[in-house]
Nanobody
Framework: QVQLVESGGGLVQAGGSLRLSCAATGRTFSSVAMGWFRQAPGKERVFVAT???????????IYADSVKGRFTISRDNAKNTVYLQMNNLKPEDTAVYYC???????????????WGQGTQVTVSS
């Protein structure tokens, strides 16, 4: 099991940038895909981006259409950390952001771990 702690959220003006971090513990971190999800006020939690296990058949990234071209997911296996670089933020990006782990290496993942506390991102107009 991978234990996850999100950080890096905050308040930013539209057009600004934030970088979220997800620190993970677990022996299998480098072998599984990781993903970012978000939950906006009054809405369900939705997929944002995923990244496959580096060096495996699951390598690659997938982005939701709403963030494509603005957000970049990356990972540093040496630090057991996955990142979400968010540029050109929009008010509609306001949400609590969560990370989670897949059960395998493929970027086409579904979350398999328990949800952490998330980190709040608020984008003002």
């Amino acid at each position: 099991q991978v234990q996850l702690v999100e950080s890096g959220g905050g308040l930013v003006q539209a057009g600004g940038s934030l970088r979220l971090s997800c620190a993970a513990t677990g022996r299998t971190f480098s072998s599984v895909a990781m993903g970012w999800f978000r939950q906006a006020p009054g809405k369900e939690r939705v997929f944002v981006a995923t990244i496959g296990a580096i060096g495996g058949s699951g390598a690659g990234t997938i982005y939701a259409d709403s963030v494509k071209g603005r957000f970049t997911i990356s990972r540093d296996n040496a630090k057991n950390t996955v990142y979400l670089q968010m540029n050109n933020l929009k008010p509609e990006d306001t949400a609590v952001y969560y990370c989670n782990a897949g059960s395998g290496p493929w970027a086409t993942m579904t979350p398999s771990g328990s949800w952490g506390q998330g980190t709040q991102v608020t984008v003002s107009s």
